[in-house]
């Protein structure tokens, strides 16, 4: 990516890319079969995340804890995350009309870096057991 970003950063952002392009097939997927927007894009974000755990250990947390500690702490924040993207996507698309497309694109962004402080902060630090 960039020699500026250290290893992490680009790390969970390889990570987070192609998992929220995963995110995304499946919501236009389940759109395009007549699904409501808001339960498409729930089911985009919990087929996003589970593709997301393995891929973030190995590109940007490489030093995480056991997986019987992090994948709990993972799991409990993917119910965090899930939770924002309705709600940033609800109040986005629902309450500012603003399209399904931006909605998305800026829902995107405000949970990618929450995950990021989540992810470096309480899932995959390194542990001293």
Same mark, same amino acid.
């Given at each position: ?37 808001? =339960? ?8 996003? +995340? @589970? &593709? !997301? #755990?393995?891929?973030?250990? *190995? %590109?940007? /947390? ?39 497309? =931006? ?8 949970? +990618? @870096? &929450? !995950? #990021?402080?989540?992810?470096? *902060? %309480?899932? /995959? ?5």
């Amino acid at each position: 990516m960039s020699k500026f970003l250290p290893r992490q950063l680009q790390g969970f952002m390889a990570a987070g890319g192609l998992a929220t392009l995963f995110h995304w097939l499946v919501m236009a997927v389940l759109i395009g079969a007549g699904v409501e927007p808001i =339960l498409a894009t729930a089911s985009g974000s919990v087929s996003g +995340a @589970a &593709l !997301n #755990y393995g891929l973030q250990r *190995r %590109l940007a /947390f490489r030093n995480a804890g056991p997986h019987r500690f992090t994948l709990w702490r993972y799991i409990g924040s993917c119910l965090f995350a899930w939770l924002c993207n309705l709600v940033f996507f609800f109040l986005l698309n629902s309450v500012l009309a603003l399209s399904v497309t =931006l909605s998305q694109i800026v829902t995107t962004g405000l949970v +990618a @870096a &929450l !995950n #990021y402080l989540v992810y470096q *902060r %309480l899932v /995959f630090h390194e542990q001293s057991l």
